[in-house]
């Protein structure tokens, strides 16, 4: 299902869709992918996208690729 972000490649298509969106314009990300435990509202296991940004923006301390 491509729609389905919570699986690791739903996650993994995220977190290339940010790192590319931000590299175009000289930023660098740190994102990782943290396998969450199983809920029992999405009868699954979650793959959590977590990063350095602070409100979807890269944070100052983020070198930049130049």
């Given at each position: 299902?491509?729609?389905?972000?919570?699986?690791?490649?739903?996650?993994e298509?995220?977190?290339?869709?940010?790192?590319?969106?931000?590299a175009?314009?000289g930023?660098?990300?740190?994102?990782?992918?943290?396998?969450?435990?199983?809920?029992?509202s999405?009868?699954?296991?979650?793959?959590?996208v977590r990063?350095?940004?602070?409100?979807?923006?890269?944070?100052?301390?983020?070198?930049?690729f130049?």
């Open positions: 299902m491509t729609g389905d972000y919570c699986t690791r490649e739903g996650a298509r995220i977190k290339k869709q940010i790192e590319d969106y931000w175009e314009r930023r660098k990300v740190n994102i990782n992918l943290v396998q969450g435990g199983f809920l029992a999405m009868r699954s296991a979650r793959t959590d990063s350095n940004m602070v409100n979807g923006v890269p944070t100052a301390s983020t070198e930049n130049a």
